[in-house]
């Protein structure tokens, strides 16, 4: 399993969420939308920015870590 978190402009309207992987959708002040939690690997990761694409998504940054390691040492993102 991968942890993500994708940062995109704009707010995404929540109800994307399980089309989006089940990621938790959360807005910033600086009209972003962070998107977090856990996929399955990197081709999921991969499918899902196809899917931000394909919705016309701009893309801020993307961050991903193992979460099969180090769970007890790094907090999950959220």
Not at 30 to 59: H, P
Not at 62 to 78: C, G, K, L, N
Request: glycine letters at 6%; aromatic letters at 4%.
């Amino acid at each position: 399993m991968l942890q993500v978190e994708i940062r995109a402009e704009g707010h995404l309207d929540e109800q994307w969420s399980e089309w989006l992987a089940d990621l938790k959708v959360t807005h910033t002040e600086q009209s972003e939308t962070i998107l977090a939690g856990r996929i399955a690997d990197q081709a999921a990761l991969y499918g899902l920015i196809t899917r931000l694409r394909d919705l016309g998504i701009t893309l801020i940054s993307v961050e991903t870590r193992d979460s099969s390691t180090d769970q007890a040492s790094q907090p999950p993102i959220s």
